[in-house]
């Protein structure tokens, strides 16, 4: 048993399944957890027996209750307590032999452990996602924040329901919309048309960020708004290339009901960067919940 334990803590430390193969699931959280934490693994090691699908299902449950409480920057010490006996809880769901009888208790388990600890803090949540700027978290973390969004984006955008790799998003640079290092023109400007926002505030802030290829940030670099549209509208994934022009196609599609949760701007002052960040709080509180297993 322990030699058994010791593969799984180490498969899950590379992001594999119970299975001892990658998994979708896996990485994903590995990204938002990250080397440093550790205590999921005890809830891992003890979900280890169930069936791959009910494990990769318990794994992207638990990935959006740890982002309540990473991202809220609880201690850790809230946690433990918690985790030791809900191990003990889930060893028995684990060991059970009849399929659907877990299926029953791990969305008990989920309903009542983590979505109740999830509402709990959502209060919480909503205040530090409107507070979160890039230096708000480790940069992985932010990273991994904002490939989620891009991710779920373009998801909806093609109708698909089932995520891929983070790894292309993963890979792209953080693009400060409002640059980071503006000119002397461009910062004199904004703040003559934005009097009451501080331009070193509103550059950091999550609604001011996006992914953009490397190629197209290069070109893009430290324009102005204006100047930089036509190179977003190049841009791979949809949340970037929506900030010039959100696509039309057709009524009640999957396109238009993504778009109805997003914005174009034709021009980019604080007020922009104020809406943007609210829609993507309202991405984020629709990637970030727990679902029933079916």
Do not use: C
């Not at 979160?132 to 490939?147: A, D, G, N, P």
């Amino acid at each position: 048993k322990v030699i058994r334990n010791v593969e799984h803590y180490i498969n899950f430390t590379d992001g594999l399944g119970n299975d001892g193969k990658p998994s979708l699931a896996m990485d994903s959280l590995k990204r938002l957890a990250g080397g440093a934490f550790s205590l999921h693994y005890v809830l891992l090691l003890a979900a280890a027996p169930l069936p791959k699908p009910l494990f990769d299902h318990f794994v992207m449950q638990l990935e959006s209750f740890l982002f309540y409480y990473i991202f809220t920057k609880t201690p850790t010490k809230d946690l433990e307590k918690n985790f030791s006996t809900w191990a003990d809880e889930m060893r028995g769901i684990a060991a059970l032999g009849d399929t659907a009888a877990q299926i029953d208790k791990i969305n008990a388990f989920v309903a009542g452990h983590f979505q109740k600890n999830m509402d709990g803090k959502a209060q919480e949540l909503s205040d530090a996602l409107k507070r979160f700027s890039l230096y708000s978290m480790q940069q992985y973390r932010t990273r991994y924040l904002l490939s989620r969004l891009a991710q779920h984006v373009d998801l909806a955008f093609s109708g698909v329901r089932t995520a891929g790799s983070l790894e292309p998003y993963m890979t792209l640079e953080i693009e400060h919309i409002l640059p980071d290092t503006p000119s002397a023109e461009l910062r004199a400007t904004w703040t003559s048309e934005n009097p009451t926002a501080l331009y070193d505030g509103y550059k950091s802030r999550l609604g001011n960020l996006s992914l953009l290829e490397k190629p197209i940030n290069i070109v893009a670099s430290n324009n102005f708004y204006a100047k930089k549209q036509a190179e977003y509208h190049k841009s791979g994934n949809y949340l970037t290339r929506s900030l010039v022009e959100l696509t039309n196609v057709g009524q009640n599609t999957s396109i238009s009901r993504i778009n109805e949760k997003l914005a174009s701007f034709t021009t980019w002052d604080a007020a922009a960067i104020d809406k943007r960040h609210e829609l993507l709080i309202g991405l984020a509180k629709e990637i970030w919940k727990t679902n029933h297993f079916n």
